[in-house]
């Protein structure tokens, strides 16, 4: 492992452990000391992190670890559930065979993110894949405020999928399904059904990650050995 790797591996271990909580600042040279390196490696190492939206850099307050108000991210995560559901199903009867056909290449992207444990790339696609849906959608208010909750969300952290690796395999296989639905043009209610409950497993998979990290935080205040927060969050 290069010492950049392992600058990236430890900052990006002991976030997810809740170490290094919301708001620490990470100070570049006395890590430097501790994993036996250069600054330099460690400031490659900050600028993955950054780029995967868990940590900020500023030039006056150093690199902190982003902060996330988790009941907030929560509630616009169940708030999405339902207008992605309403959209999608106003988007279906308008979508031709023709229409489909980016859908299932957006899958095929995202099956090789996966493979590749890409989260940032996948995140990517599965935007794409939601945005070649709504772009659909006769109600385009409704399309601009599930734009906007988006926006609310990467705001508060970059990509759910850096943080629940577990949570992508299963996303996949919800994506499929709503094509499916929306190739054999299923009911109205079915396909908004499945795609608010799409949305509402990602809300609960967040909250478990979220109960699972204070777990740990006790666990090492208590002289516990922590556990990886690297687990399979399916929801």
């Known amino acids: ?13 002991r976030i997810l452990e809740g170490v290094y909580g919301p708001g620490y600042r990470i100070v570049i040279d006395e890590l430097a000391r501790e994993l036996g390196c250069s600054a330099i490696p460690v400031r490659e190492a900050i600028r993955r992190l950054e780029a995967e939206g ?18 907030q991210y929560v509630d616009v995560l169940s708030t999405l559930a339902v207008l992605e559901g309403h959209a999608t199903a106003l988007a279906a009867p308008r979508m031709s065979p023709r229409d489909l056909a980016p859908l299932r290449a957006f899958e095929e992207e995202m099956q090789r993110a996966v493979e590749a444990g890409d989260m940032l790339r996948y995140s990517a696609l599965n935007r794409a894949y939601h945005e070649a849906i709504y772009a659909h959608c006769p109600n385009r208010y409704l399309v601009a405020q599930i734009e906007n909750a988006w926006a609310r969300l990467d705001s508060m952290r970059h990509s759910i999928f850096v ?11 919800d994506h499929r399904r709503i094509t499916d639905l929306i190739e054999r043009r299923a009911p109205a209610e079915e396909i908004e059904r499945v795609v608010r409950e799409h949305k509402l497993a990602t809300a609960r998979a967040f909250q478990a990650w979220v109960s699972h990290r204070e777990e740990l935080v006790k666990m090492s205040a208590g002289g516990g050995a922590p556990a990886s927060l690297e687990i399979e969050l399916t929801g």
């Open 163 to 173: 943080l629940l690796p577990g949570r992508a395999r299963t996303s996949l296989e």
């Open 1 to 13: 492992m290069s010492k950049q790797e392992l600058a990236y591996q430890t900052i990006r271990q």
């Open 54 to 71: 868990l940590i900020a850099y500023t030039r006056n307050a150093g690199a902190r670890v982003v902060t996330i108000d988790e009941r």
